[in-house]
């Protein structure tokens, strides 16, 4: 189906088709039911953090601040609620398509979201070095304006650089198909089924994300390599093991998310499987934000202790209203 409007001159698409995981019936409801978990998860365990950090007054640092952020963005309306439940929805009723404006909402808003979780993965990485290795300065390097500038400068850096890429790729013409064979707007999927020559597209996103990737990646690994010469200097095996397992979930959640991303937009175009292609999406836009939170509480004592207390203090107060 190509549904198009006629000017004088021109071929304007009016929208585009997501081609998703199957044909068969069954699989698509099988896709939706699937997806709807992971969403539930992702949301559900995004927000408990979310509330933990906000009402423990303990959890109110520099890390839980930036760990909050992470989780606003995997909730409801952010990174994950761009591109599912408009595909749950297109399974549940056999229906692909997707409005021009849609799919250009989708393109800014996932671009916005990876970009902001990469720049806050960083920043995480930045805090642990500076709390383990500098410790006494640790206060005043990051305090509570540092931490604010830090996390809005990464919220309006990943918007303005979203707004360059989804105009560089929606100002090209699309003529020859409207059929995108993922399962929401992508970018590579976009200049694929543009009608003129995307090569100077392609290569200045595969330029803009191997800088952010490796150097996203390298100053991590650098953070990292600082910390763990500290933490050999720990002279407590429980202090290392206590800094050891402080870092893990976030290096865990780090070499998830890079590395599904560098295999998605850094693979060559021609030649691959769309069922890899697929694979390898769900890896990286759909899992990350229902992992995160089962990573960071599963290895964090302190989000644990404040789920805790969550938890008995809405006994209590079910059992108060009962009483009355």
């Known amino acids: 189906m190509y549904l198009r409007q006629e000017t004088a001159n021109q071929t304007i698409l009016t ?20 997806f709807l978990v992971i969403y539930l998860t992702a949301l559900i365990g995004n927000l408990l953090i979310l509330i933990a950090v906000a009402v423990d007054c303990h959890l109110h640092t520099p890390m839980y601040f930036f760990l909050g952020n992470l989780s606003f963005l995997d909730l409801d309306l952010c990174y994950i609620s761009v591109t599912v439940p408009k595909s749950m929805a297109n399974s549940l009723t056999n229906d692909r398509q997707i409005s021009f404006s849609g799919c250009v909402a989708q393109v800014f808003l996932m671009v916005t979201f990876v970009i902001t979780e990469m720049t806050l993965l960083l920043i995480i990485a930045y805090n642990w070095y500076i709390a383990i290795c500098h410790p006494l300065h640790y206060r005043v390097i990051m305090n509570t304006g540092t931490c604010v500038q830090m996390a809005a400068g990464s919220w309006i850096g990943s918007a303005i650089y979203a707004a360059f890429h989804t105009g560089n790729t929606f100002r090209l013409p699309f003529c020859q198909s409207n059929a995108i064979d993922q399962f929401f707007c992508d970018i590579p999927q976009l200049l694929k089924i543009s009608c003129t020559d995307t090569h100077p597209n392609e290569t200045l996103l595969l330029a803009c994300v191997i800088f952010l990737c490796f150097i996203c990646f390298g100053l991590v690994i650098v953070s990292y ?10 002279p407590s095996a429980q202090g290392k093991s206590k800094a050891f397992s402080t870092c893990l979930p976030h290096m865990t959640v780090v070499g998830l998310f890079l590395g599904t991303g560098m295999f998605t937009y850094m693979k060559p175009n021609s ?45 209590r107060l079910f059992l108060i209203t009962l009483g009355n």
């Not at 390599?225 to 720990?234: E, G, V």
């Not at 030649?271 to 990573?295: F, K, Q, R």
Request: glycine share 4%; charged share 20%.
């Open 15 to 34: 929208e585009f088709l997501l081609l998703g995981f199957s044909d068969i019936r069954e699989l698509q409801i099988l896709h939706f039911v699937v």
């Open 225 to 234: 390599t600082r910390i763990f010469s500290t933490m050999l200097m720990i």
């Open 271 to 315: 030649g691959s499987s769309t069922y890899y292609d697929l694979l390898a999406t769900v890896l990286y836009t759909v899992l990350p934000p229902a992992m995160n939170p089962l990573i960071y509480s599963l290895r964090n004592k302190e989000i644990k202790e404040a789920l805790r207390k969550i938890g008995d203090m809405k006994t």
